[in-house]
């Protein structure tokens, strides 16, 4: 019985629509988070961008571990290419291109290992879990070199600074650093 929930799943999984909404959903979320970025001056969208890939996750079966990451490398990869454009013009064509994809993957990985946490949480604790993983992430960015590598990163909660608004922002801790943006 157990082998045919996992062979339902396989199923459900590899069926094209499921798995193309579910990208498309990804790709979305992707799009929203970018337009809340400075240059687009849409901030109140970061609030729900990620709505449409935790939609898209949570109807997806939890059989498959990797799943939450593979399903968020559109939304990563997307909000990379918008916000990290000027990699290629800084790096050149090729170290430019692999960094926007290379970023791109590890906020997938910042958002599948949130969902991941959050399938072994019992109860209310589960909406912590993405919050949780992200902040421990610029935290341990914020406490190496790399703060001077990505001091300019949060600039979509530079209006929350000083508020307390957004708990665990990298815009918390690189204000001095700031003023050579």
Not at 29 to 35: C, E, F, M
Not at 166 to 180: E, I, M, T
């Amino acid at each position: 019985m157990n082998l045919k929930h996992t062979n339902q799943s396989y199923r459900e999984l590899t069926n094209g629509r499921h798995l193309v909404l579910g990208i498309g959903a990804s790709a979305l979320s992707g799009v929203l988070i970018a337009l809340s970025m400075p240059n687009f001056d849409l901030s109140f969208l970061a609030w729900f961008a990620l709505v449409p890939l935790l939609i898209a996750i949570a109807l997806m079966p939890e059989k498959f571990p990797m799943l939450p990451v593979l399903m968020a490398t559109p939304c990563g990869i997307v909000w990379s290419v918008f916000v990290h454009i000027w990699y290629p013009s800084m790096f050149g064509a090729a170290l430019g291109g692999f960094l926007i994809l290379l970023v791109g993957w590890w906020y997938a990985n910042l958002i599948g290992w949130g969902v991941v946490l959050q399938r072994k949480l019992p109860g209310a604790l589960k909406v912590l879990a993405i919050p949780v993983v992200w902040s421990a992430m610029a935290l341990c960015r914020g406490m190496t070199i790399l703060k001077y590598l990505t001091h300019c990163m949060a600039r979509s909660e530079s209006v929350f600074v000083g508020t307390g608004i957004v708990f665990g922002s990298p815009a918390n801790w690189c204000v001095p650093v700031r003023k050579l943006c």
